[in-house]
């Protein structure tokens, strides 16, 4: 491996860029969601710098910052799939514009020193911060199943009205900032005597997350309601997003002041801040030695290695308040939402939805209010604080582990044979909740913060403790037929444990959906048995083909996302969520078997004359085959492109196909992710030895995320992202 101290001389680099979205190619301030005006065209830059002191010490350090802007337009549609001699009915729409900003900044510094000629010490330190702030309008069209017109189909669909809240028209604009700041530290000591190399080596990681809304001035999500009216919608074919929305009954959608005036919709400010944090301790110690045996050489490999890690959520829960104006009384005439006038919507559907002129909360003007009239918000006090007292939980998982590793060759046979036994270690603290019945009986009603605690076990989240072994073992031999063909056998078994969202989480609700996801800590780690076989040939002088199968047997697959009652949630009481469906992660009771083959090709054509040698191409195939049905398994999937390259100008083009995905399995439907195909383009131009123009381009036609339940044709959602342009400079000293 290169030291920092192996470089010849100091070497400094620069690079500065600009990145933009192909929805707002402009260097002017433009109207944002927050009523201001800010650029959407961001500058990022880094910068290096690398020194060798006295031939010993190597010093590298780097620091670099973007930020980018970026959009996420969206539909979903939402289908009633109970009546079979029908098909599916499509009983709400939801359009979405959603702009963000994200800004990342890294450092990193690199020291290594050669103490003796023999013993080395190193240090890595490697930082980051993320701000990801989003504004998401989303324009809900809402039926029961009952009001929607027998005569509706799936290109014309006429919602009734009501004298209630069945059929309505929601507004919300949700406005949240997550942040996290990483900090790695990686020390080691390095030994060499001849062929013998001993490593002892150490790390400490800490990483914390937030969710930022209301303390930064702003509602998570704030909520206008239009009820006793009616909808219709209408577009060409089933493929289409282009919806032209028409209002048949009911107060005019236009005026913010006929919003919320006929029922009342509690809970319409949000707040869901939260925050957690993890760390990461780590410790090794490795060796490795040749030795002669029966005149082979055998490379010998063994170490330890123990790694701690923690993850705690630490403050949160969604906080709710109805907003209920200066009289107290929230369909009063005078309780008007504040209204975000300039930024304009645009979900980048086509139809007539952007023309409506449909009013959206201001989060941060109702923050503000929020602020200095709190009496004119009404907290939803048992709600507020069940979410608060049960957010806070942990886990922690240590796992020591020791592994021997044997190479060696023979010929033109090479062989590898290695194992590896860990052991798991793992606490969890989560609520043990007392059932409904056991907290009546203990003389509590239902809906009180009394119950809650003690339902709750006056908050004792008592510790679960689990551990688990493991032996691993792993072989493979490589064989070379000739100069050009190499032929290779592998068998490997390794572990996926699951990560600590899912064992100690946050729950999570979809209020679309009417979908609560709890964590599971019993959940158990997935084992897989891996064989492997593979040809590669050379091309000469520059290429490659290679063609690979394998095979995977695996144990306690966790891609389930299990059903259970409400009961067994703790909602069993909670008229809130009455309704609702509630799903847990869990193992797959049975063994997995999933089969695949791939090939891949590259090959620069340095045969072709004059500026054709310059090209060179590359391209890969995979088809993978499950025994069942799994979710979230690519069948078949290609990339490739065309590269180009001289003295003075590179470039590349690329494609990713991928074909239909499966992502969720019900009694009544399959849900699946469309087939996809994207484009990327990049590239640079050397003006000198020391500057250098770049540029690139993600997803260059702007290839939409689409999911479809059954068949395509009943879209479920459909995402759009916009290609993301950059350009840049960069210097080498």
Known sequence: TKRAFDRKGREITAQFSLTANEYQMTLRRVPSPTNELRRVVFPGGNFSYAEVFGGKLGVQLNVGGSTMYGEQEQITHAYDFSNVATGPRITGLTFKDAPKVIERASLGATFDYKITPRLIASLRVTGSHLSDEFYARNLQFTANIAQIDPASTLTKIIANSTANTNTRLNA???????????????GKLEYTRGDLTLT????????????????????????????????????????????????????????????????????????????????????????????????????????????????????????????????????????????????????????????????????????ALFRSNPEQFVPNTVGNFTNAFTTPRSVKEQIDAGYAEANTRWNQLRFNLGARYERTRTVGRTFDILPAAVVRAAGFTAGTIPYVIHQYRNGVRPSTYGSYDNLFLSGGAKYSFSRNLVFQVAASQSIGRPNYDSLAGVISVNDTTQRVTLPNPNLKPETSDKFFVSAQYYIEPAGTITVSAYKLIVENMGTISSPVTAEEAGYADDTEYTGYSFFRAANATDTRRIQGIDAEYSQQLTFLPGFWRGFSIFGSISHTVPNIQIVDIVSKSANGGLRFGNHRFNSQLRFTWTAARLTSITAARTQWERERLMFDFSGGYKINRTYELTFSCRNVFNQALESYFNAPGTIAYKDNFGAVWTAGIRGRF
């Open 172 to 186: 919300s604009s949700n406005h949240r900032n997550k942040r996290n700041a990483t900090l790695t530290y990686v």
């Open 200 to 367: 002892a080596g150490g790390g400490y990681s800490r990483s914390r997350t937030h969710y930022e809304d209301l303390r930064d001035g702003y509602f998570q999500t704030s909520n206008l309601s239009l009820t006793r009216m009616s909808w219709q919608a209408e577009r060409t074919n089933t493929n289409s997003t282009e919806w032209t929305m028409t209002q048949l009954a009911g107060r005019p959608w236009g005026d913010i002041a006929n919003w919320g005036r006929d029922d009342p919709n509690a809970n319409n400010m949000v707040s869901t801040a939260r925050g957690g944090h993890s760390q990461v301790f780590s410790g090794n110690l490795d060796a490795k030695k040749t030795f002669n045996v029966a005149g082979l050489p055998v490379q010998v490999l063994t170490g330890v290695k123990s790694r701690l890690t923690t993850f705690d959520i630490t403050w949160g829960g969604t906080q709710n308040w109805t907003f209920v104006g200066p009289r107290g009384i929230q369909t009063d005439p005078t309780t008007l939402v504040i209204d975000e006038s300039l930024h304009p919507y645009d979900p980048k559907r086509g139809g007539n939805v952007t023309q409506q002129n449909f009013p959206w909360p201001d989060t941060l003007a109702m923050g």
